[in-house]
Antibody
Framework: EVQLLESGGGLVQPGGSLRLSCAASGFIFNNYAMTWVRQAPGKGLEWVSAISGSGGSTFYADSVKGRFTISRDNSKNTLFLQMNSLRAEDTAVYYC???????????????WGQGTLVTVSS | DIQMTQSPSSLSASVGDRVTITCRASQGISNNLAWFQQKPGKAPKSLIYAASILHTGVPSKFSGSGSGTDFTLTISSLQPEDFATYYCQQYNIYPRVTFGPGTKVDIK
């Protein structure tokens, strides 16, 4: 059974940092790209960042580029999101999501974690 | 970025109703379209990928269709557990996927 368990969320002041983790199980972790998607309170879903199975390729939304860093430890089946210079508009539930190759260099999503809430406020 | 729109933004329906939600992409995305269901306080659940293929375990009352720019999600007979918000998503431009704004389905 695939499981994705996020942790690391919490309350942080503007300008502060947090590191989110996503512990994966039930599949061969390094075979799959992983993605972070966030959802601000009462709002829709927003793609944040993605990383290839090997960790060699990373991608970021313009809204977080230069402030967030995605990484993974394939020996520990864990995905990370280092968030620096946090802003109020980063307040959201952050989900880690597993991708499935769809061909043509594209992935579709199958499994989602339960999410971890990040609140940026003074 | 590809913009995704959905209509309606919300709808009220009764148990047993047939419900259709429309999703439109700002440019052609072939069939690289997914649908997700989200209940309040819960993570999204993947329903459909490749516009029409149901994920394992998703009941056959859900169906998807479309290609190019116009897509639909249909629930053939709405049940109490189907009241939720539904999102479409394009993954034609991967990994910079984009989601529609959501359609909230509630009880009439």
């Amino acid at each position: 059974e695939v499981q994705l368990l996020e942790s690391g969320g919490g309350l942080v002041q503007p300008g502060g940092s947090l590191r989110l983790s996503c512990a994966a199980s039930g599949f061969i972790f390094n075979n799959y790209a992983m993605t972070w998607v966030r959802q601000a309170p009462g709002k829709g879903l927003e793609w944040v960042s993605a990383i290839s199975g090997s960790g060699g390729s990373t991608f970021y939304a313009d809204s977080v580029k230069g402030r967030f860093t995605i990484s993974r430890d394939n020996s520990k089946n864990t995905l990370f999101l280092q968030m620096n210079s946090l802003r109020a508009e980063d307040t959201a539930v952050y989900y880690c999501v597993k991708g499935v190759p769809a061909g043509g260099g594209r992935d579709y999503f199958d499994y989602w974690g339960q999410g971890t809430l990040v609140t940026v406020s003074s | 970025d590809i913009q995704m729109t959905q209509s309606p933004s919300s709808l009220s329906a009764s148990v047993g109703d047939r419900v259709t939600i429309t999703c439109r992409a700002s440019q052609g995305i072939s069939n690289n379209l997914a649908w997700f269901q989200q209940k309040p306080g819960k993570a999204p659940k993947s329903l459909i990928y490749a516009a029409s293929i149901l994920h394992t375990g998703v009941p056959s009352k859900f169906s998807g269709s479309g290609s190019g720019t116009d897509f639909t999600l249909t629930i053939s007979s709405l049940q109490p557990e189907d009241f939720a918000t539904y999102y479409c998503q394009q993954y034609n431009i991967y990994p910079r996927v984009t989601f529609g704004p959501g359609t909230k389905v509630d009880i009439k």
